[in-house]
């Protein structure tokens, strides 16, 4: 089944404290891309990535970090998480260039940072 | 940048009645693609319909069809003969069609609600 993974899919954490949001995905997509997800503004771009070794910053990148050192995978790091990101968030996957194919999103993570 | 606007954060309808649920946006390009989600409570997004601006035929996918009116940067979305499992936020997105982040740009959001 084609499918985009996230875990955890809850977690309740304290300021301060580095956690990472994994991402895994089983259709080949070259493009990744997360998504936080806060009441009245929508879903907003974070980070994405074209392919391997390939990042770059979306519309909200601060706080943030990713790797991309395998095709599948697309963590999400907050190593110093703060209350301000406490939200829900989303991955994403898509092949790239293919404009008008559906992006395929995980389940979401909802994060609450205390 | 594009921007989208989504006007009614909430909107009911009658079970089995049809409902509009309106969606603009701002682009200074003249071809992208526009795309309907919907979140059930489960929060995951699901694809509801899509529509490439290149296209004048508006889209349909069953009970789901929209009114692009590309020259008033409008994309409505129809449900017709509404179900309870229609009940979802539903959101209103952009992706530009130029080679590099296929981000999609996301409206705030209209939450559905269903009447038995």
């Known amino acids: 089944e084609a499918q985009v993974t996230q875990n955890p899919r809850y977690l309740i954490t304290v300021t301060g404290k580095k956690l990472t949001v994994t991402c895994s995905q089983n259709m080949n997509h070259e493009y990744m891309s997360w998504y936080r997800q806060d009441p009245g503004l929508g879903l907003r771009q974070i980070y994405y990535s074209m392919n391997v070794e390939v990042t770059d910053k979306g519309d909200v990148p601060e706080g943030y970090k990713v790797s991309r050192k395998e095709k599948r995978n697309f963590p999400l790091i907050l190593e110093s998480p703060s209350p301000n990101q406490t939200s829900l968030y989303f991955c994403?996957?898509?092949?790239?260039?293919?404009?008008?194919?559906?992006?395929?999103f995980g389940d979401g993570t909802r994060l609450s940072i205390l | 940048a594009q921007t989208v606007t989504q006007s009614q954060p909430e909107m009911s309808v009658q079970e089995a009645e049809t409902v509009t649920l309106s969606c603009t946006y701002d682009t200074s390009e003249s071809d992208y693609y526009l795309f309907w989600y919907k979140q059930p409570p489960s929060r995951q997004m699901i694809l509801v319909i899509r529509?490439?601006?290149?296209?004048?035929q508006n889209a349909t996918e069953n009970r789901f069809s929209v009114n692009f009116q590309k020259a008033a940067k409008s994309f409505s979305l129809k449900i017709s003969d509404s179900q309870l499992g229609d009940a979802a936020m539903y959101f209103c997105?952009?992706?530009?069609?130029?080679?590099?982040?296929?981000?999609?740009?996301f409206g705030t959001g209209t939450r559905l609600t269903i009447i038995p």
């Open positions: 994403a996957s898509t092949k790239t260039g293919r404009g008008n194919q559906p992006q395929h």
């Open positions: 529509q490439e601006a290149y296209k004048q």
């Open positions: 997105a952009y992706r530009s069609p130029n080679f590099g982040n296929e981000k999609l740009t």
